[in-house]
C-alpha cells in the first residue's frame, strides 16, 4: 500500500496542474467570447477536478487516520497498564494460535509416519489388519 504521504504530495503537484489548466480555460473562454467563437463546455476538465477532489479526499482522510492512530499510540494513555493488558491478551492468542497450529502439523505428521512404518510391518500374513485407530 502506498504511503499516504507520498500520495499526497503527488496529487498536489497535480493540483497545481490543474489549476494552470483551469486559468487556461478561462482565458480560452474570454478569446472565444471575444471572437464570437462557440464556447466549449469543457467536460472533460470539470470530471477529472471531481475525479481529483474525490482522490484527494480519501487520501487526505487516510493520512489523518494514520496521524491520529500513530499519535494514539505513543499517547500517555496508550502506555497505560489496561491498554498493554489488550495488546497483551492480542499477542497471547496469536502466539497461542501459531503453538495449536504448528501442535496440529506435528500430529498429522506423526500420522503419516506411523501409517507407513504400520504399512510396511504389517505386510506379512502372521500381524491382524489395521483397524485404522491411530
Not at 502506498?2 to 496529487?11: P, T
Not at 478569446?31 to 462557440?38: F, N
Not at 498493554?84 to 491478551?89: D, P, V
Request: proline share 3%; glycine share 2%; aromatic share 6%.
Amino acid at each position: 500500500m502506498a504511503d499516504s504521504i507520498d500520495v499526497l504530495d503527488e496529487l498536489n503537484e497535480k493540483k497545481k496542474d490543474l489549476d494552470k489548466m483551469e486559468h487556461d480555460k478561462e482565458v480560452l473562454t474570454k478569446y472565444s467570447a471575444l471572437l464570437g467563437i462557440p464556447q466549449h463546455d469543457h467536460g472533460n476538465f470539470k470530471s477529472t477536478k471531481q475525479l481529483y477532489e474525490k482522490k484527494f479526499e480519501v487520501w487526505d482522510k487516510m493520512n489523518k487516520w494514520e496521524e491520529r492512530t500513530f499519535e494514539w499510540s505513543n499517547s500517555v494513555c496508550a502506555r497505560h497498564p489496561l491498554a498493554r493488558t489488550s495488546t497483551h491478551a492480542r499477542t497471547h492468542a496469536s502466539t497461542r494460535a501459531r503453538t495449536h497450529a504448528r501442535a496440529r502439523a506435528h500430529t498429522h505428521t506423526h500420522a503419516r509416519t506411523h501409517a507407513r512404518t504400520h504399512a510396511r510391518t504389517h505386510t506379512s500374513t502372521k500381524h491382524p489388519p489395521c483397524t485404522g485407530v491411530v
